[in-house]
């Protein structure tokens, strides 16, 4: 999940995406590296990245800014089927876009990506553009016209605009998309956008029985840890409704029992969790790392905060490995903290380590047989030592139009593989051999729709189980790991669920397989759902 922060992805991406992202001219980053030349045991693969420019989706007319801004269901788009546009499904439909905006670089034109959406009611009326409310639109027989607007500052005022020029079948729509502020066309692009039911002739489920669904009301739930017979959800603020924790009693799991929901004053962002013998560890957006008490399981006491005293610490994900715990901290000064945690309730502070000369902030990490796995945002993925005193960088693996989001960690055939996943448009599991840090090799990789992202990832002997947000619980068998094979799935994404909007970050989001019989899983509409393990 993105942090509440200004830390860039691509500064286009984020503001069309309209998540908490700092926005700025839209430049494409540059492309990594070449790697290093590859000498184990499975074949190199080519790197693409998150996003290929796939060309216009259509040919979008250059538009005048009267027409484009101030009245943009007048628009007109030659040579598109506009008659095509009556067969679209509205009723209730959630799509998601993938834009393609077309500026003025050095280079000439050039392109870059973008995502968005759009969502219908019952009645087939929008009720929100891009995450907002709409704010204009004209939708007939031959017409199809989404607009939103908003404040960006006090100063600026940004307009939004889907113009649909074709139909490819009831649940398949490309078409114009434009960005006014203050009134002056400030970019333009192409579309295209897909409908998020279920991916064509798939079911519901195979292979994973749902054994229980259990609603959580506090904030928009992202992660679950499982342990003592309870499951702790924790959630982030969202509209209206304030984050925090919630835990359940899982003993039994056709029918679990909520028995505490709590925040701390004016603290609600909790977004990641996980436990040691006694002691539970919250991420914190504002308060760092909280300590709770889990003496009596159904009721976390809460302990002391870390770093106390000092300042805001922003600490987005936890990860506890032996008697070490990493909690990852975009802000203020995007860094890994380290502490030493063979006291539960008492963390102690041992080292930092911040990427040196890099522009994204560690996201989550992996600890495994000595060196830490770290997804650095923008920086792409990186491996870092944990054998002396300082955490010392071993090697890093970057890719075009990376935002590295998750990793799991195993060994295969004598070699060191990562499994890891992006969080942003068309971002998917990469497989990569980093037996050798300084060459990181990609190897094998597992992708679904590109309008969709991955979330979390977790790695049980050889079964790799997969948060795919709307493409739900994905468990594939990774014997091979250069062929990932999909054993089982669950769509947990619904369009008719309550508080789903027509975001990229909705659907199955966290996961844990504790190892007695089930799959916990957070749905970030559903709640707490809980499997049989395939």
Same mark, same amino acid.
């Given at each position: 999940?993105?942090?509440?922060?200004?830390?860039?992805?691509?500064?286009?991406?984020?503001?069309?995406?309209?998540?908490?992202?700092?926005?700025?001219?839209?430049?494409?980053?540059?492309?990594?590296p070449?790697?290093?030349? %590859?000498?184990?045991p499975?074949? $190199?693969?080519?790197?693409?990245?998150?996003?290929?420019?796939? &060309?216009?989706?259509?040919?979008?007319?250059?538009?005048? @800014?009267?027409?484009?801004?101030?009245?943009?269901?007048?628009i007109?788009?030659?040579?598109?089927?506009?008659?095509?546009?009556?067969?679209?499904?509205?009723? &209730?439909?959630?799509?998601?876009?993938?834009?393609?905006?077309?500026?003025?670089?050095?280079?000439?034109?050039?392109? @870059?990506?973008?995502?968005?959406?759009?969502?219908?009611?019952? $009645?087939?009326q929008?009720? *929100?553009?891009? &995450?907002?409310?709409?704010?204009?639109? $004209?939708?007939? @027989?031959? =017409?199809?016209?989404?607009?939103?607007?908003?404040?960006?500052?006090?100063?600026?005022?940004?307009?939004?605009t889907?113009?649909?020029?074709?139909?490819?079948?009831?649940?398949?729509?490309?078409?114009?998309?434009?960005?006014?502020?203050? &009134?002056?066309? =400030?970019?333009?692009?192409?579309?295209?956008?897909?409908?998020?039911?279920?991916?064509?002739?798939?079911?519901?489920? *195979?292979?994973?029985?749902?054994? *229980?669904?259990?609603?959580?009301?506090?904030?928009?739930?992202?992660?679950?840890?499982?342990?003592?017979?309870?499951a702790?959800?924790?959630?982030?603020?969202?509209?209206e409704?304030?984050?925090?924790?919630? /835990?359940?009693?899982?003993?039994n799991?056709?029918?679990?029992?909520?028995?505490?929901?709590?925040?701390?004053?004016?603290? +609600?962002?909790?977004n990641?969790?996980?436990?040691?013998?006694?002691?539970?560890?919250?991420?914190?957006?504002?308060?760092?790392?909280?300590?709770?008490?889990?003496?009596?399981?159904?009721?976390?006491?809460?302990?002391r905060?870390?770093?106390g005293?000092? +300042?805001?610490?922003?600490?987005?994900?936890?990860?506890v490995?032996?008697?070490?715990?990493?909690?990852?901290?975009?802000?203020?000064?995007?860094?890994?903290?380290?502490?030493?945690?063979?006291?539960?309730?008492?963390?102690q502070?041992?080292? =930092?380590?911040?990427?040196?000369?890099?522009?994204?902030y560690?996201?989550?990490?992996?600890?495994?047989d000595? =060196?830490? %796995?770290?997804?650095?945002?923008?920086?792409?993925?990186?491996? /870092?030592?944990l054998?002396?005193?300082?955490?010392?960088?071993?090697?890093?693996y970057?890719?075009?139009?990376? %935002?590295?989001?998750?990793?799991?960690?195993?060994?295969?055939?004598?070699?060191?593989?990562?499994?890891?996943?992006?969080?942003?448009?068309?971002?998917h599991?990469?497989?990569?051999?980093v037996?050798?840090?300084?060459?990181?090799?990609?190897?094998?990789?597992?992708?679904l729709?590109?309008?969709?992202s /991955?979330?979390?990832m977790?790695?049980?002997?050889?079964?790799?189980?997969?948060a795919?947000?709307?493409?739900?619980v994905?468990?594939?068998?990774?014997?091979?790991? $250069?062929?990932?094979?999909?054993?089982?799935?669950?769509?947990?994404?619904?369009?008719?669920?309550?508080?789903?909007?027509?975001?990229?970050y909705?659907?199955?989001?966290?996961?844990?397989?504790?190892?007695?019989?089930? /799959?916990?899983?957070?749905?970030?509409?559903?709640?707490?759902?809980?499997?049989?393990a395939?």
């Amino acid at each position: 999940m993105p942090v509440r922060a200004a830390h860039p992805l691509l500064a286009l991406v984020c503001a069309m995406s309209l998540s908490a992202c700092s926005s700025s001219e839209p430049t494409p980053p540059a492309p990594p590296p070449e790697p290093p030349a %590859y000498d184990g045991p499975w074949e $190199a693969l080519s790197e693409r990245g998150e996003w290929e420019d796939p &060309g216009a989706f259509e040919a979008c007319p250059a538009l005048n @800014s009267q027409v484009a801004c101030g009245a943009p269901e007048a628009i007109a788009l030659p040579g598109c089927d506009m008659g095509s546009l009556a067969g679209l499904e509205r009723e &209730g439909a959630i799509y998601r876009a993938e834009i393609r905006y077309e500026f003025q670089g050095q280079a000439g034109v050039q392109a @870059s990506p973008g995502s968005g959406g759009f969502q219908f009611d019952a $009645a087939r009326q929008p009720v *929100s553009v891009m &995450g907002r409310a709409p704010q204009g639109f $004209a939708l007939d @027989s031959e =017409r199809f016209v989404l607009a939103t607007e908003y404040t960006r500052t006090t100063q600026e005022r940004d307009r939004l605009t889907f113009a649909g020029c074709r139909a490819q079948g009831p649940r398949h729509l490309t078409g114009c998309f434009l960005w006014c502020r203050n &009134g002056t066309l =400030r970019y333009r692009g192409s579309f295209r956008a897909e409908r998020m039911t279920w991916r064509e002739d798939e079911p519901e489920s *195979s292979g994973l029985q749902l054994l *229980s669904e259990s609603f959580v009301d506090r904030g928009l739930p992202v992660d679950v840890y499982v342990t003592h017979g309870h499951a702790y959800v924790v959630s982030i603020n969202a509209s209206e409704r304030q984050g925090g924790l919630t /835990v359940f009693d899982v003993r039994n799991p056709h029918a679990p029992v909520q028995t505490a929901s709590f925040q701390l004053p004016n603290d +609600g962002y909790w977004n990641g969790v996980w436990a040691r013998d006694d002691a539970l560890y919250v991420a914190s957006g504002d308060a760092g790392l909280l300590v709770f008490d889990l003496e009596d399981p159904a009721r976390p006491a809460f302990v002391r905060n870390h770093p106390g005293g000092s +300042g805001p610490v922003d600490v987005h994900t936890v990860f506890v490995e032996g008697t070490r715990l990493y909690a990852m901290s975009p802000g203020p000064n995007q860094e890994t903290l380290i502490f030493d945690v063979s006291q539960p309730l008492a963390p102690q502070l041992l080292t =930092r380590y911040a990427h040196a000369g890099g522009n994204g902030y560690p996201h989550d990490a992996f600890a495994y047989d000595g =060196r830490l %796995y770290i997804n650095h945002t923008t920086d792409g993925f990186l491996v /870092v030592s944990l054998g002396g005193e300082t955490p010392e960088l071993l090697g890093r693996y970057a890719y075009p139009y990376a %935002y590295s989001h998750a990793n799991a960690v195993g060994t295969f055939n004598g070699r060191t593989v990562a499994f890891e996943g992006g969080e942003t448009l068309g971002a998917h599991v990469r497989v990569l051999d980093v037996t050798q840090p300084a060459a990181i090799t990609k190897i094998g990789e597992y992708r679904l729709r590109g309008l969709t992202s /991955v979330h979390n990832m977790l790695l049980v002997g050889t079964r790799l189980y997969v948060a795919y947000y709307h493409e739900g619980v994905r468990v594939l068998d990774v014997s091979n790991p $250069a062929q990932p094979r999909e054993v089982a799935h669950f769509n947990t994404f619904r369009e008719s669920d309550p508080r789903r909007s027509d975001g990229m970050y909705e659907g199955a989001i966290g996961m844990r397989v504790p190892g007695d019989g089930h /799959v916990y899983v957070v749905d970030t509409s559903r709640g707490l759902l809980i499997f049989d393990a395939p």
